[in-house]
């Protein structure tokens, strides 16, 4: 049973914009650490965008998508969200949610794992001219 479903993908050009979007089924996202991950061909999966469960819902991002990649939650709609700014060749990619997270915010690893392993299915995003 999937626990996490995605939708949003799709292909853009350079400079454009896309939203992603991972909602809940049977699973609240209200209050956990949410992250999202890309993986392209032959490369291992990469944790790019983490939102915790802390009281600021503080938001972390790796170095390649800060400034231009937002996550964000709408708890009424069990959803969380991955607003992509400015997006370039190099982002295309597999995208995933996952309620974990893992990242590096610059030299310091930002991670979050209660032992809930849940993966959403993939979303295929493809920036190009």
């Known amino acids: 049973q999937l626990l ?3 939708s949003g993908g799709g292909l853009v050009r350079p400079g454009g914009s896309l939203r992603l979007s991972c909602v ?13 991950y890309r993986q392209g061909p032959g490369k291992e999966r990469e944790g790019i965008a ?3 469960d802390d009281e ?3 938001k ?6 800060r400034g231009r990649f937002t996550v964000s939650r709408d708890t009424a709609k069990n959803t969380v969200y ?3 700014d400015n997006l370039k060749p190099e ?5 995933y949610c ?3 997270c893992g990242l590096f915010d610059g030299a310091t690893y930002r991670n979050r794992y209660y032992g809930m392993n849940y993966w959403g299915e993939g979303t295929l995003v493809n920036v190009s001219a």
């Not at 809940?24 to 999202?36: M, N, P, T, V, Y």
């Not at 982002?91 to 995208?95: E, P």
């Open 56 to 58: 600021q819902e503080s």
């Open 24 to 36: 809940g089924s049977e699973f609240s996202l209200d209050r956990r650490a949410i992250g999202w």
């Open 91 to 95: 982002d295309t990619d597999v995208y």
């Open 4 to 6: 996490l479903r995605q």
């Open 82 to 84: 991955l607003q992509m």
């Open 60 to 65: 972390y991002y790796t170095d390649a998508v």
């Open 98 to 100: 996952a309620s974990r």
């Open 50 to 52: 983490c939102l915790f």
